[in-house]
């Protein structure tokens, strides 16, 4: 088992950055992949990007592709979501994710993943 836990979240006016952080007290953590989700007021829990456990692949919505960046830090046990070019309608509660076991494949839909942080909110104003 692996307990995420998100932050960085803030409120930031439209064409800023912000940089979420997703990280876990367990040391397995570094072996897990891991995505990030977010849910917007009355709206579905959608896939937002996810990195493979060896950091080597990486995967994003088309929504946030060329504008959003994952990457993880195995030394710090942390997976990063760096933000750029923020629009009001990626205003929502982010959420990192990890899949129910270690050295597994690396997925987009949120079904494959068990262990849930508690979210992070972001707010970007126009």
């Known amino acids: 088992q692996v307990h995420p836990v998100e932050s960085g979240g803030g409120l930031v006016q439209a064409g800023g950055s912000l940089r979420l952080s997703c990280a876990a007290s367990?040391?397995?953590?570094?072996?897990?992949?891991v995505g990030w989700f977010r849910q917007a007021p009355g709206k579905e829990r959608e896939f937002v990007a996810a990195?493979?456990?060896?950091?080597?692949?990486?995967y994003y919505a088309d929504s946030v592709k060329g504008r959003f960046t994952i990457s993880r830090d195995k030394a710090k046990n942390t997976v990063y979501l760096q933000m750029n070019s923020l629009k009001p309608e990626d205003t929502a509660v982010y959420y990192c994710?990890?899949?129910?076991?270690?050295?597994?494949?690396?997925?987009?839909?949120?079904?494959?993943?068990?262990?849930w942080g508690q979210g992070t909110q972001v707010t970007v104003s126009s």
């Open positions: 994710a990890a899949p129910p076991r270690p050295f597994g494949a690396t997925l987009s839909a949120k079904s494959g993943y068990e262990y």
């Open positions: 367990e040391l397995t953590f570094t072996t897990y992949a």
């Open positions: 990195i493979s456990w060896g950091g080597g692949d990486t």
